[in-house]
């Protein structure tokens, strides 16, 4: 084996011709996640703060939404991934492609992002928008995040496509932090209204960075060998649901995804658990302001930023686990001098809040890296076992449990704040209330954190396992019933969770 295996990666055998990416190619996907990280930095951190304290709702209410959301969303995402990874066959799909065409069609759908913080409205009309509005986000999102899979084979590849979708997200998320302070500045007055604004800009974004992508990606030619899907598109609408979640299920029996999978909720639900209480925790806790939490929040991306770059570099030359770890504690590290400060009795405007938001941004830009790297080669592990390229299935779970961890998050914030004896739109908060507030952001992500640290250190794929991943595929895909050697077969069944000799769709046939 050559010793550097990442210089190695693009030599593997593949099925068919591919084309160069360029730089324009991974900025187009890259802007994509102003929609994806974007619009998830911005309900995570300001709308249980919208709908309480500037709306009227109890925490109560913002819960129900999330969690009527999530309900039709358990339907709406993996019907999405479904119909991209079947939509090849027909007219709109070999004109505009099976899953760009739903990319296409979701951007003159994208301004209800705006509509959902429109102040001034009943509980009837919060929850309808925010359901419209994730119904369009799954629409275009689910699609996008199987172009990296069609676009490429490499593992460098995927790695940067990955790299350039989490340094636009944290641009976005950026500006999710610093605008609400910014619109304040300029309207010299904090209201809800601030939040509608910022939603409008955010959508315009969105629509703009959809079209990029549209216009500068693309799908690869499925392999000759891979079934035809003209029967799938034939069947009846029993049939269909029957096979579709029966195909959803069975991405959780691929271990290097249900690893994949823990991680990634470890990182992402403590982040979002941090975020729900960061604004609360700042207003009612430090005695600040909005606008105070609103710069505390954009300076701890702008660190993000920062460390995604390093992740990167990290991720392409060693182990995700190891690099998951290290951000994992980074960010552990920050919420506890957060915690401590607050017994020390800082306030809101203390320079000495810069201490925690560094290491908290550190680790978050990593842990927000990594999952989403590491996912990419998800399919190819997938591939193994089936012998099928199932990427819209992956993406359907994928977007479903992000948005159902995030609801859950956001609305057991809600629901434990409501406990806690929190009053919407109350200037000053019960002692009680703040103490519950405080210890939701510390306990409550430290112990998610803790979960991803465990998760990961079972986790394996890297540069080299990925190689002889790929390699074994092709092994597979030339007729050969046996291991190419004893290593492949380690790294096969490791990766897969399967023996070796039920490979190749040779267990699945009959399931």
């Known amino acids: 084996m050559a010793s550097d295996p990442v210089a190695t990666l693009d030599t593997a055998p593949a099925p068919a011709r591919q084309r160069p990416i360029r730089l324009i190619n991974f900025l187009a996907y890259g802007s994509n996640d102003f929609l994806g990280a974007g619009s998830m930095a911005v309900v995570s951190g300001w709308v249980l703060i919208f709908y309480t304290k500037f709306c009227g709702l109890s925490a109560g209410q913002a819960a129900t939404i999330f969690a009527i959301a999530r309900i039709l969303d358990a339907f709406t995402s993996p019907v999405i991934g479904h119909l991209s990874d079947h939509f090849g066959g027909t007219w709109l799909g070999r004109t505009f492609g099976r899953r760009r065409f739903f990319i296409l069609a979701a951007i003159p759908l994208l301004p209800a992002f705006a509509l959902m913080w429109l ?5 009837l009309y919060y929850l309808v928008t925010y359901i419209l509005f994730e119904m369009v986000y799954a629409m275009e999102i689910i699609p996008f995040e199987t172009l990296a899979a069609e676009m490429s084979t490499s593992y460098r590849d995927k790695t940067k496509f990955a790299g350039f979708r989490i340094f636009t997200g944290q641009i976005a998320a950026i500006l999710a932090g610093f605008m609400p302070m910014w619109i304040i500045d300029y309207l010299g007055r904090d209201s809800a209204w601030t939040f509608f604004y910022m939603g409008a800009i955010f959508a315009v974004l969105f629509m703009a960075t959809a079209g990029f992508l549209y216009a500068f990606s693309w799908e690869r030619q499925r392999p000759p060998a891979q079934p035809s899907e003209t029967a799938a598109e034939r069947v009846g ?3 269909t649901f029957t096979t579709l979640y029966r195909n959803l299920f069975s991405t959780m029996r691929i271990r290097a995804f249900r690893l994949h999978l823990g991680m990634y909720l470890g990182g992402y639900i403590s982040q979002d658990v941090f975020n729900a209480a960061f604004t609360f925790f700042v207003i009612f806790a430090l005695a600040g302001t909005t606008a105070i939490a609103s710069g505390l929040l954009g300076w701890m991306y702008v660190v993000q930023l920062v460390a995604v770059g390093i992740a990167i570099n990290v991720a392409l030359r060693s182990s995700p686990g190891r690099a998951y770890r290290i951000a994992a504690v980074s960010f552990g590290v920050g919420t506890v001098i957060l915690i401590a400060q607050w017994m020390a009795g800082v306030r809101g405007d203390s320079w000495m809040l810069w201490i925690p938001i560094v290491f908290a941004g550190l680790g978050r830009g990593a842990l927000n890296y990594i999952p989403w790297a590491t996912y990419n080669y998800m399919a190819d592990v997938d591939e193994i076992v089936t012998g099928r390229r199932r990427e819209g299935s992956f993406a359907g779970v994928m977007t479903f449990i992000r948005k159902a961890a995030q609801a859950a998050a956001v609305a057991g914030v809600g629901l434990i704040m409501d406990w806690g004896g929190f009053q919407s739109k109350a200037a000053v908060q019960s002692p009680q209330a703040i103490h519950v507030v405080v210890w939701v952001l510390g ?5 998610v954190l803790v979960f991803g640290i465990l998760v990961s250190l079972r986790f394996r794929i890297d540069p080299v396992t990925h ?5 074994e595929i092709e092994h597979l895909r ?9 290593e492949a077969k380690a790294v096969a069944e490791n990766l897969s969770g399967w023996r070796y000799d039920q490979l190749w769709g040779r267990a699945m046939r009959g399931a």
């Open 119 to 123: 102040p001034g409205q009943a509980f």
């Open 237 to 239: 609408i029993v049939e």
């Open 443 to 447: 306990a409550g992500t430290l112990a």
């Open 467 to 471: 190689h002889i991943l790929m390699e």
């Open 478 to 486: 030339a007729g050969h019933t046996e291991p190419s050697s004893p």
